[in-house]
């Protein structure tokens, strides 16, 4: 019989995450579930940080970017002993499972107390998209939209002065943002980690282009690839043509979640009390094909690694 639960958000935090929490505290207390947030994560769970919650506190989070448990990358939980504190911290609280909000490293941390016996559920929150066993993780839409503005503002600007612009996006090693940016921005070079990247490829297609009357492009490219700064001073120096490189960066973390993040969390919040209601533990959640389902957290563990539409590369190349 589940009487009390926790949740807590963990990792890069992503528009959404305080929907999901308010989907989940709201449920939790419709039916008759105690419910306490872990402040910070994993670190918190450690430290013994929770706080109560209720349907006042969370009344006026759906619209708001970040978590308001707060986060962190809390890398100790990786020993055994940090998380046998965890767990007497919370069966000194009487708590009965642990829904976690995050992306794979999140979810490493829940398949490792599910082991030593603590009932948990994952729900995927990242801007990546990277985990397995869903469609798309809470946060992923809201950075798309202001990755397409980022792009939209570039390429006024690059169009104005017939300048190069490269565009760094984040991704961690998922191209998906990178890609449906692209797409949505009509970047004229897309560059993600599954495909393989070519400098001089590059260059000599942006050669090409120009003689035959390009003045200016966009280049989407996803983080960790390359120095974008020495691709541009590259780019610039064997076209003969303006570049300039911007890093996004942490700007596409934040920011309100866009109705499709509000929608999944609270879908997503929803389904894991039922699930912890119908003794389903070591879960992970997802949506395909828009229906919310789950899988054993394992599964998404062992397939970390999202399997990427190769279809798509074909429709960006195409696109240009
Ligand atoms: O996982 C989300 C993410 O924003 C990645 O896209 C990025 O690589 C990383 O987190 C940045 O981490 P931090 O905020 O710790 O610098």
Redesign the pocket.
Known sequence: MIKKIAVLTS??DSPGMNAAIRSIVQTSCNKKIKILGVLDGYLGLCKNKMIKLNKNIVSNIINRGGTFLGTA?YLNFLKKNERKIAIQNMKNRKIDALIVIG?NGTYAGANKLNKMNFPCIGIPG???NDVSGTDFTIGYHTALETVVQAIDRLRDTSCSHKRISIVEI???YCGDLTIFSAIAGGCEYVITPEMKYDKNKLIKKIKQDIKTGKKNAVIAIT?KICDVKKLAKSIEFHTKRETRATILG?IQ?GGAPVAFDRILASRMGFYSIELLLQKKFGKCIGIQDNKIIHHNINYSIKFMKKKFQKKLIEIVNNLN
Do not use: A, L, P
């Open positions: 990792g890069g990358r992306g990242t801007i990546d984040m991704g961690r983080e942490h973390r």
